[in-house]
């Protein structure tokens, strides 16, 4: 049996479509058609019933998800113990968007490498979609993003919350006196929604960076304001170089943690512990740095 079939069987159950399967799997849709096509003819049976908006399994393929399922949970096992038998030692690579590295992941790796001091540790800097393609075709086994996965042999989690606060460069400053200047650090869909919900006085700028935490090394030193996670701008506050606009409203940025389902237990329990350790003193730093502003 083509485990890839299964897992292509699976997709589409899943998306209810054949295109949204695809792009999951980051195939032509006609390839995902003809795996289809190769389990139906060796089961005998057709899958799917097709529309014009989607397909929905027969009542074959829904009986048949049961055992893909099983044959692939049995298959991944099988796997790791053969593969536990070479006695190599432990592999983990880890990819982060840019903006959680600083703070969160290089914490992280610190506490892998005492913890696991043998194993083969590799970082890794990309986007949301960079993370998931990498995961999805096995290159990648953790990823640490501002956007929450849902899809087959990946396990998301909420990880952190994060407070954004709006700095300039001038004190004493409102809304009102930085539209000139504002910058719209891009933090993803949530934040633009609430971008145009609680500030309808301080337009979208044509200028816009998605650069994580390095705006904040831009508008430094340039006459710019801007929404940064309030861990990062504590110390240029502290410093006077930047200051809080006083009547802007905070923003909540959550981060999410995204394992592969078939990542080897013990190494996914001592990566998990290692983390949360990491994420209970970030959250303390939070609380104690938001009494302080």
Known sequence: MDMQLLRTFLEVIDTGAFASAAERLHVTQSAVSLRVQRLE???GRPLFLRHKTGVEPTPAGREFRRHAWSILKSWDQARRQVGAMEAEPASLTIGAEAALWPR?????LDGLKTALPEATLRAELGGGETILRRM???EMHVGLSFTPIAR??????????????????????????????????????????????????????NFQLSLGTLVGSY??????????????????????????????PNFTLESWVIWR???????ADV???TLKAVVARLDEEVNDLLDDL
């Open 271 to 273: 990566a998990e512990s």
């Open 41 to 43: 003819d060796q089961l």
């Open 261 to 267: 389902s078939d990542l080897e237990t013990e190494l």
């Open 152 to 205: 087959t042999g990946l396990r998301c989690e909420p990880l952190l919350e994060d407070q954004l606060v709006l700095v300039a460069p001038t004190e004493d400053c409102q809304i009102e006196d930085i539209s000139k200047y504002y910058i719209l650090a891009d933090w993803g869909p949530d934040f633009l929604r609430f971008h145009e919900t609680a500030l309808p006085e301080l337009p979208i700028p």
């Open 104 to 108: 969160l992941g290089f914490r992280w």
């Open 219 to 248: 508008i430094r030193s340039r006459p710019f304001a801007a929404y940064l996670p309030a861990r990062y701008v504590k110390p240029f506050l502290d410093a006077g170089q930047l200051h809080l606009v006083e009547d802007a």
């Open 136 to 138: 999805a075709e096995g």
